[in-house]
């Protein structure tokens, strides 16, 4: 039996195997490779394929399994946390498009529904493809990232009542309002049964799943959640791709939500496929042929236009230039439901034919040029920082008064603060860092581009400052100058080499650890003057098989002495990628290990009844009888340099020892209590 869908399907895929092979070679984008195969095999290229409508279906499962797998990712608590970002960013960004939008279409000659339309088209953006783009480049919890994802969550909401208004407008008669009411019930309900399924439900069913061991049961149960709540929204006027979203969230609350999420990848990575493909497909190339100025015209002048208003949509939520400019750049496309409603358009006399294949071509344009752009974003961030423009653009219009906004400028007794820690980033990372810090009692201070962090972050008494680190002006404000150590831990690529070449510039002396995702971002790092580079793929590994070890029953100083080992034989590896890196290190403790390649630094508090504790370094020999050398002593404020044979130990003192990763590990049991 012949199935036109299975032939298609081959066609396809054979097909994007070429394109993206060549597009691989060329250095251009996946997405852009769907993109053209949908161009070449569908009915207005080569005409390869036959069944349209079926494709379409795949195409709608592959968003909904995106949007799946980015709630996943995410979790009420952050959804929360956007709150103001949805609300005010996405309020300004689709109301001041669509206002710009009227303006313009009213300015050509369009009536005034129709210029409200293309206001409605113009207004929404891509969820699948900004959201793919930024998962790849690993910047989906960046500043830029998370504007881009309020603004595109209030779109999808807005998409709704923007379809309900198209009949509206083209005469029919209906009673809007009471649609609107009871569509926003609906919405109210369906939160609420979220929330609750999020707490009672969801979690209670997969733990009684996940006890039968059964990988298909498992996948199964996760699917029909997913489809389910796409189903439920879809029912009552809402999207499927909303309803994928919120069902994602919903197994994100509970422990099995990583489980579901690598299930699904190669499902959606394939269904994903199939939706650009069949994005690429809607375009009559005839279109372009015959109208290339035009249709340029436009696609300039829409992606202008976006970013613009989404620039200052980022502008009014306090973020500096930096941000304003990669979240306009990266929310500048057209979105894929401006398909839904151009053909409602089409359907109800809003939109001619001629002009609906014109906006088709623009759309799958500005959607091609979206990976291109976010990644000249950077390079155009240069560029327009380099103009002349106020100070105040610059920073962000985050209210920081230069003279008060530094909690360390001075200390108790009036005595400016140095040698204290900077940390760049208050995530995850920057708030472990701050609380140890702040419970060894190191003077420290963050510095935060969510200006709504850094308001309730203040309100608690945190040290925290507002202003994008990649600017000097700002690592002055935060005494870079005087600082010891800085930390970044922000999941921007592109802004941490920004804040470490600024960073290395103001102080030769400053020693920076910096944490990276991916391994080839080291070298750049390391060029730029990083001392320390923290892949999390290394860690994860060291941290994977330090607990195997002990599953094993492996004795606690021998797994310590492996992993002190496996550290220093990996990141002396890894800092090879970069010889120049260590002639920025001015200091004993940076370019030590030019002079003693396989030694290591480490501290160690002396506890009460320790061995080594009351006795003098020459009763105990620690580099006589062990191979380590006791370099100071830290005693209460009291630092103790290069410490005399007769100096005694006393319990509390914090030492500092060299040596090699063995012997560190073989002494420590000399300062821990009743070794």
């Given at each position: 039996m012949q199935i036109p869908?299975?032939?298609?399907?081959?066609?396809?895929?054979?097909?994007?195997?070429?394109?993206?092979?060549?597009?691989?070679?060329?250095?251009?984008?996946?997405?852009?490779?769907?993109?053209?195969?949908?161009?070449?095999?569908?009915?207005?290229?080569?005409?390869?394929?036959?069944?349209?409508?079926?494709?379409?279906?795949?195409?709608?499962?592959?968003?909904?399994?995106?949007?799946?797998?980015?709630?996943?990712?995410?979790?009420?608590?952050?959804?929360?946390?956007?709150?103001?970002?949805?609300?005010?960013?996405?309020?300004?960004?689709?109301?001041?498009?669509?206002?710009?939008?009227?303006?313009?279409?009213?300015?050509?000659?369009?009536?005034?529904?129709?210029?409200?339309?293309?206001?409605?088209?113009?207004?929404?953006?891509?969820?699948?493809?900004?959201?793919?783009?930024?998962?790849?480049?690993?910047?989906?919890?960046?500043?830029?990232?998370?504007?881009?994802?309020?603004?595109?969550?209030?779109?999808?909401?807005?998409?709704?009542?923007?379809?309900?208004?198209?009949?509206l407008m083209a005469g029919a008669k209906e009673e809007i309002g009471g649609v609107f009411f009871l569509l926003f019930l609906k919405g109210f309900a369906v939160v609420l049964l979220a929330l609750a399924s999020a707490r009672w439900l969801v979690s209670p069913l997969l733990y009684q799943i996940a006890r039968t061991r059964s990988r298909e049961l498992f996948l199964i149960t996760v699917v029909?959640?997913?489809?389910?709540?796409?189903?439920?929204?879809?029912?009552?006027?809402?999207?499927?791709?909303?309803?994928?979203f919120l069902a994602g969230l919903i197994i994100s609350e509970s422990e099995y939500s990583y489980q579901a999420l690598s299930s699904l990848l190669p499902f959606r990575d394939l269904f994903t496929s199939i939706f650009f493909i069949s994005i690429g497909m809607l375009v009559d190339i005839h279109v372009l042929l015959d109208h290339p100025v035009l249709v340029l015209l436009i696609v300039l002048g829409v992606i202008t236009l976006k970013a613009l208003i989404a620039a200052g949509a980022a502008a009014i939520l306090g973020y500096p230039m930096r941000t304003m400019i990669l979240a306009g750049l990266a929310l500048s496309q057209i979105g894929e439901f401006s398909f839904i409603l151009s053909k409602a358009g089409v359907q109800f006399g809003l939109l001619s034919h001629d002009a609906y294949q014109i906006f088709l071509a623009v759309s799958v344009l500005t959607m091609a040029a979206t990976p291109l752009i976010i990644a000249g974003g950077p390079s155009a961030v240069s560029l327009l920082m380099s103009l002349p423009m106020p100070g105040r653009l610059r920073t962000g219009f985050y209210p920081m008064n230069p003279r008060n906004a530094s909690p360390l400028e001075a200390g108790a007794n009036g005595v400016m603060v140095k040698e204290h820690l900077v940390i760049i980033g208050y995530g995850v990372n920057g708030r472990n860092v701050a609380r140890a810090a702040r419970n060894a009692g190191i003077p420290y201070l963050i510095v935060e581009t969510n200006p709504v962090t850094v308001k309730k972050e203040k309100a608690k008494g945190e040290p925290i400052i507002y202003g994008d680190a990649s600017h000097e002006a700002v690592l002055e404000h935060a005494g870079i100058h005087r600082a010891a150590v800085m930390v970044v831990g922000i999941p921007d690529p592109v802004a941490t080499r920004m804040v470490v070449s600024s960073a290395r510039n103001l102080n030769p002396r400053l020693h920076i650890i910096t944490r990276t995702r991916f391994l080839q971002e080291m070298k750049p790092l390391y060029d730029l003057g990083a001392n320390e580079?923290?892949?999390?793929?290394?860690?994860?590994?060291?941290?994977?098989?330090?607990?195997?070890?002990?599953?094993?029953?492996?004795?606690?100083?021998?797994?310590?002495?492996?992993?002190?080992?496996?550290?220093?034989?990996?990141?002396?590896?890894?800092?090879?990628?970069?010889?120049?890196?260590?002639?920025?290190?001015?200091?004993?403790?940076?370019?030590?290990?030019?002079?003693?390649?396989?030694?290591?630094?480490?501290?160690?508090?002396?506890?009460?009844?320790?061995?080594?504790?009351?006795?003098?370094?020459?009763?105990?020999?620690?580099?006589?009888?062990?191979?380590?050398?006791?370099?100071?002593?830290?005693?209460?404020?009291?630092?103790?340099?290069?410490?005399?044979?007769?100096?005694?130990?006393?319990?509390?003192?914090?030492?500092?020892?060299?040596?090699?990763?063995?012997?560190?590990?073989?002494?420590?049991?000399?300062?821990?209590?009743?070794?």
């Amino acid at each position: 039996m012949q199935i036109p869908l299975l032939s298609d399907i081959v066609i396809i895929f054979a097909m994007a195997i070429g394109v993206l092979f060549v597009c691989h070679h060329l250095k251009i984008p996946t997405i852009v490779g769907f993109l053209l195969t949908g161009m070449l095999a569908g009915p207005h290229g080569l005409a390869l394929i036959g069944a349209v409508h079926e494709v379409e279906i795949l195409a709608e499962i592959g968003v909904v399994l995106l949007l799946f797998t980015i709630g996943l990712e995410f979790s009420m608590k952050h959804l929360w946390e956007l709150r103001r970002s949805v609300l005010l960013g996405g309020t300004f960004q689709v109301v001041a498009t669509l206002l710009v939008t009227f303006f313009v279409a009213r300015h050509l000659g369009q009536g005034i529904e129709k210029s409200v339309f293309l206001g409605f088209l113009v207004s929404l953006s891509s969820t699948a493809i900004l959201l793919k783009v930024l998962q790849e480049r690993a910047e989906v919890d960046s500043p830029q990232g998370r504007i881009s994802l309020a603004v595109l969550i209030f779109q999808d909401v807005m998409a709704v009542p923007m379809m309900l208004m198209i009949p509206l407008m083209a005469g029919a008669k209906e009673e809007i309002g009471g649609v609107f009411f009871l569509l926003f019930l609906k919405g109210f309900a369906v939160v609420l049964l979220a929330l609750a399924s999020a707490r009672w439900l969801v979690s209670p069913l997969l733990y009684q799943i996940a006890r039968t061991r059964s990988r298909e049961l498992f996948l199964i149960t996760v699917v029909v959640l997913c489809l389910a709540v796409a189903w439920l929204t879809s029912s009552i006027g809402l999207s499927l791709a909303l309803g994928a979203f919120l069902a994602g969230l919903i197994i994100s609350e509970s422990e099995y939500s990583y489980q579901a999420l690598s299930s699904l990848l190669p499902f959606r990575d394939l269904f994903t496929s199939i939706f650009f493909i069949s994005i690429g497909m809607l375009v009559d190339i005839h279109v372009l042929l015959d109208h290339p100025v035009l249709v340029l015209l436009i696609v300039l002048g829409v992606i202008t236009l976006k970013a613009l208003i989404a620039a200052g949509a980022a502008a009014i939520l306090g973020y500096p230039m930096r941000t304003m400019i990669l979240a306009g750049l990266a929310l500048s496309q057209i979105g894929e439901f401006s398909f839904i409603l151009s053909k409602a358009g089409v359907q109800f006399g809003l939109l001619s034919h001629d002009a609906y294949q014109i906006f088709l071509a623009v759309s799958v344009l500005t959607m091609a040029a979206t990976p291109l752009i976010i990644a000249g974003g950077p390079s155009a961030v240069s560029l327009l920082m380099s103009l002349p423009m106020p100070g105040r653009l610059r920073t962000g219009f985050y209210p920081m008064n230069p003279r008060n906004a530094s909690p360390l400028e001075a200390g108790a007794n009036g005595v400016m603060v140095k040698e204290h820690l900077v940390i760049i980033g208050y995530g995850v990372n920057g708030r472990n860092v701050a609380r140890a810090a702040r419970n060894a009692g190191i003077p420290y201070l963050i510095v935060e581009t969510n200006p709504v962090t850094v308001k309730k972050e203040k309100a608690k008494g945190e040290p925290i400052i507002y202003g994008d680190a990649s600017h000097e002006a700002v690592l002055e404000h935060a005494g870079i100058h005087r600082a010891a150590v800085m930390v970044v831990g922000i999941p921007d690529p592109v802004a941490t080499r920004m804040v470490v070449s600024s960073a290395r510039n103001l102080n030769p002396r400053l020693h920076i650890i910096t944490r990276t995702r991916f391994l080839q971002e080291m070298k750049p790092l390391y060029d730029l003057g990083a001392n320390e580079v923290i892949p999390e793929e290394f860690e994860t590994s060291v941290e994977i098989f330090s607990r195997v070890l002990a599953r094993y029953l492996i004795p606690k100083e021998e797994i310590e002495r492996f992993v002190a080992e496996v550290r220093n034989d990996g990141y002396s590896m890894l800092r090879k990628l970069s010889d120049e890196a260590t002639s920025f290190c001015t200091t004993s403790f940076c370019d030590y290990r030019l002079y003693l390649p396989n030694a290591e630094i480490c501290s160690l508090r002396v506890h009460e009844g320790a061995p080594i504790a009351n006795r003098s370094l020459k009763e105990v020999g620690l580099r006589k009888h062990h191979g380590v050398t006791l370099l100071s002593l830290r005693r209460d404020t009291e630092i103790i340099s290069n410490p005399s044979a007769e100096t005694v130990v006393l319990p509390g003192d914090i030492s500092v020892l060299v040596g090699s990763p063995e012997h560190l590990a073989e002494v420590r049991s000399l300062f821990e209590q009743g070794q």
